[in-house]
Nanobody
Framework: QVQLVESGGGLVQAGDSLRLSCAAS????????MGWFRQAPGKEREFVAA????????????YYQDSVKGRFTISRDNAKNTVYLQMSSLKPEDTAVYYC????????????????WGQGTQVTVSS
């Protein structure tokens, strides 16, 4: 069982930066792929970014939705059981509830690839 708690959301202006954090419980954090998803009002939840496990001898790989490439950076600190999403050059269309997720399936960019979800943190970007 993995519990995830997001933090760092808030209200910012367009062009600002924000860093989201997701703290995970459990001793097996490093064995999970970690992802960030978001859901805007009236829209379905969508993939934002993911970082693969980097477990044992494999290296961590990162994946991004096209609309956030170059603006968002996902990173993980396995020693702290935490994954981060650094967001810069924020736009009003980035406004959403952001969710952290953990999973071990191969579909790292899809919701079905994740078993555990956080409660979400609101990010609002004003124009």
């Amino acid at each position: 069982q993995v519990q995830l708690v997001e933090s760092g959301g808030g209200l910012v202006q367009a062009g600002d930066s924000l860093r989201l954090s997701c703290a995970a419980s459990g001793r097996t954090f490093s064995s999970y792929d970690m992802g960030w998803f978001r859901q805007a009002p009236g829209k379905e939840r969508e993939f934002v970014a993911a970082a693969s496990t980097g477990y044992l001898w494999s290296s961590t790989r990162t994946y991004y939705q096209d609309s956030v490439k170059g603006r968002f950076t996902i990173s993980r600190d396995n020693a702290k059981n935490t994954v981060y999403l650094q967001m810069s050059s924020l736009k009003p269309e980035d406004t959403a509830v952001y969710y952290c997720a953990a999973g071990r399936a191969s579909s790292i960019t899809r919701e079905t690839g994740y078993e555990y979800w956080g409660q979400g943190t609101q990010v609002t970007v004003s124009s």
